[in-house]
T-cell receptor
């Protein structure tokens, strides 16, 4: 079946602009995660949605970052007033209820000029 | 917070060799461990996972070993192929339902 999809695959923006990144999880997966991967680094947790529970926002690096998940499916990560240090690959993962494995999408590469 | 780390940043092997990628973790409360493979320009791909109540788990050409005494995790790849060349990440979580903490990754280079 279809895996996790993300769009756009690449995004180039100017410093100070806002960006929105989209994640479509695997159908039926109730848990959704956002991670960030900087060049040559491991993955850094950003935010976690589980069903209708309040999201775990403990990994968001600043108040410029926010995310929402509409209808328990699609999620959007928004970065306001982008900075050059926001340049990274943003990865989304989803997980089925009762299972442990997180499945990742291909990521969105964000470049802030 | 506690984190997961890797011993070797780069591992170069010949095709056909067996590869071993190591990972140390520091959170003794971790209950779930997972290995991902990431090829250039792609998202991490699930390889194999293991829970803390096990010390070994096998998949197709891959085996994960967990040593809770020394908080060490390893991924063994049998008969390594050029297509195995990628960055391998280990990750852990306090429970499988929570967020993953990733190590920085090991680059595996397989020469024909």
């Amino acid at each position: 079946g279809a895996g996790v999809s993300q769009s756009p695959s690449n995004k180039v923006t100017e410093k100070g602009k806002d960006v929105e990144l989209r994640c479509d999880p695997i159908s039926g997966h109730t848990a959704l995660y956002w991670y960030r991967q900087s060049l040559g680094q491991g993955l850094e947790f950003l935010i976690y949605f589980q069903g209708n529970s309040a999201p775990d926002k403990s990994g968001l690096p600043s108040d410029r970052f926010s995310a929402e998940r509409t209808g328990g499916s699609v999620s959007t990560l928004t970065i306001q007033r982008t900075q050059q240090e926001d340049s990274a690959v943003y990865l989304c993962a989803s997980r089925s209820t009762g299972a442990y494995t997180q499945y990742f999408g291909p990521g969105t590469r964000l470049t802030v000029l | 917070g506690e984190s997961v780390g890797l011993h070797l940043p780069t591992l170069s092997v010949q095709e056909g060799d067996n590869s071993i990628i190591n990972c140390a973790y520091s959170n003794s409360a971790s209950d779930y461990f997972i290995w991902y493979k990431q090829e250039s320009g792609k998202g991490p791909q699930f390889i194999i996972d293991i829970r803390s109540n096990m010390d070994k788990r096998q998949g197709q050409r891959v085996t994960v070993l967990l040593n809770k005494t020394v908080k060490h995790l390893s991924l063994q790849i049998a008969a390594t192929q050029p297509g195995d060349s990628a960055v391998y990440f280990c990750a852990e979580s306090a429970s499988g339902y929570s967020t993953l903490t990733f190590g920085k990754g090991t680059m595996l280079l397989v020469s024909p």
